[in-house]
């Protein structure tokens, strides 16, 4: 079982990547949520040349995968919950909601931090919101989130198994809920009990600081909802909201690799989001 897990998990999570971008591509072209300000041929190689970029990166980089670390901790008998007498299906839920709540948290931090925030506004500057926003993040962010995710498995000592159905989890809901897709609001009200949907994440790409800083989860709702970090709808509306962040609005910036890569090195240190909680203005 851990064996089978080890060798296929790279072919796991890239087959899960395709067939989510192939469907969501294919939801947001038959029923776009908002009208796009760039095309699709003009972000997409960019958004997912990032993705490309980073996988080669943390392979080279890494020694090993998360799920890798997740059997080497749990071989060693690393973490609070190895040796507990869990049944694995309890187990393993467990351990998806708690990694959950680690990439809440630390989805926070990268907001509050001034240095992190540089980062993390690669992703909030794509012009549009669609399925690939969902999987472009600043190198810089990436490894840092390898980092955290590696202390978090030496702490908890999760399964390889919750750790590798963690990660193709987050990978499929935050390509779901960045997408461009409509979906009857009804539905949406009934998925928001237990998932993240993209009218909810959408909120937290407005260009308004205070609803920026407002639903930071990407699979689970119920830590905004908790915290006090939930809002429903954006003020504007769906289709009139303003995407990315202020200061930030030409293509060539915001949505080509090497401006993409330059925004944590732009603008000033103090210039962070999760010091406006009212929606004040730039000067
Ligand atoms: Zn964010
Ligand atoms: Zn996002």
Not at 47 to 58: E, H
Not at 115 to 135: E, K, N, P, Q, S
Not at 196 to 201: A, K, L, N, R, S
Not at 229 to 254: D, K, L, N
Request: net charge positive; charged share 20%; proline share 6%.
């Amino acid at each position: 079982m851990g064996d089978s897990i080890l060798n296929q998990q790279a072919a796991i999570r890239l087959a899960s990547f395709f067939l989510i971008l192939l469907a969501m591509g294919i939801w947001e072209a038959l029923a776009p949520r908002r009208e796009r300000r760039l095309t699709r041929v003009a972000r997409w190689p960019h958004n997912l040349g990032i993705v490309l970029f980073n996988i080669l990166l943390v392979r080279a980089l890494f020694p090993m995968t998360a799920v890798t670390m997740a059997f080497y901790a749990q071989s060693r008998g690393w973490g609070v919950l190895s040796g507990v007498p869990i049944a694995p299906w309890i187990l393993v839920p467990l351990c998806v909601v708690v990694l959950d709540l680690a990439i809440y948290l630390q989805h926070v931090m990268f907001h509050a931090v001034p240095l992190l925030w540089r980062f993390h506004r690669m992703h909030h500057a794509d012009l549009d919101f669609d399925v690939t926003t969902g999987a472009r993040f600043h190198p810089v962010e990436i490894l840092l989130s390898m980092v955290i995710k590696f202390a978090v498995i030496i702490v908890l000592g999760p399964p390889a198994i919750a750790v590798l159905a963690f990660e193709v989890i987050l990978n499929a809901t935050s390509m779901f809920n960045h997408s461009n897709a409509r979906m009857p609001l009804a539905l949406d009200a009934v998925l928001r009990c237990f998932l993240v949907t993209p009218d909810m994440h959408r909120v937290h790409h407005s260009v308004e600081d205070d609803e920026t800083n407002s639903n930071f989860g990407f699979s689970l709702p119920w830590w905004d909802r908790l915290f006090g970090t939930y809002r429903a709808q954006p003020r504007a509306g769906h289709e009139a909201m303003t995407i990315g962040i202020r200061g930030f609005s030409e293509a060539r910036v915001c949505d080509r690799l090497p401006g993409m890569l330059m925004i944590p090195f732009k603008g000033k240190v103090g210039n962070y989001a999760i010091n406006r909680r009212e929606g004040e203005k730039d000067e």
